[in-house]
């Protein structure tokens, strides 16, 4: 299993919280580049950044370039387990976004809404399940808009 990021997808660099009273939500472009010849194979992680504790995702569109020269990948986004290892809350399944690239407007879901806010840092993750037919030709990135409130709204 390999593990892919960027400024966000560190503990080190967590996805920013509310700066002033009165904002209801926070919205954040996080981005993961991945080298040129990444074959993506099944159960590697790509960290898209962490949604600080008690706050919970509410809003995602996720965007790729194309991941897979050829047309097998897929994967899953969501929140990762205490290990930081799998994901362990699925927003988004099996999608094929990957494939040739585009985005993708995940509608938000009862998942989003009904799971507590945690009470540490959650990093929010794609999670590869199905291997790339094919290298990379060139780097690429992937990344996603994260729309996150805290659990008191």
Do not use: H, W
Not at 11 to 37: C, H, K
Not at 42 to 53: K, M, R, S
Request: proline fraction near 3%.
């Amino acid at each position: 299993m390999k593990f892919y990021a960027d400024k966000y997808g560190t503990a080190t660099n967590a996805l920013p919280a509310q700066t002033s009273t009165g904002s209801e939500a926070v919205v954040v472009i996080t981005t993961a580049s991945l080298p040129n010849a990444t074959v993506l194979t099944d159960g590697d992680l790509i960290y898209l950044g962490t949604i600080p504790q008690g706050y919970k995702c509410v809003g995602l569109t996720l965007f790729a370039e194309d991941l897979d020269e050829g047309a097998a990948l897929a994967f899953s986004v969501g929140l990762c387990d205490a290990a930081d290892a799998v994901l362990d809350t699925v927003f988004v399944a099996t999608s094929n976004l990957g494939q040739a690239g585009g985005t993708l407007a995940v509608p938000a879901t009862t998942t989003m809404f009904t799971t507590a806010a945690a009470s540490t840092d959650k990093i929010l993750a794609i999670e590869v399940t199905t291997t790339a037919a094919v290298a990379m030709a060139a780097a690429r990135k992937v990344g996603a808009v994260v729309t996150y409130i805290p659990v008191s709204l």
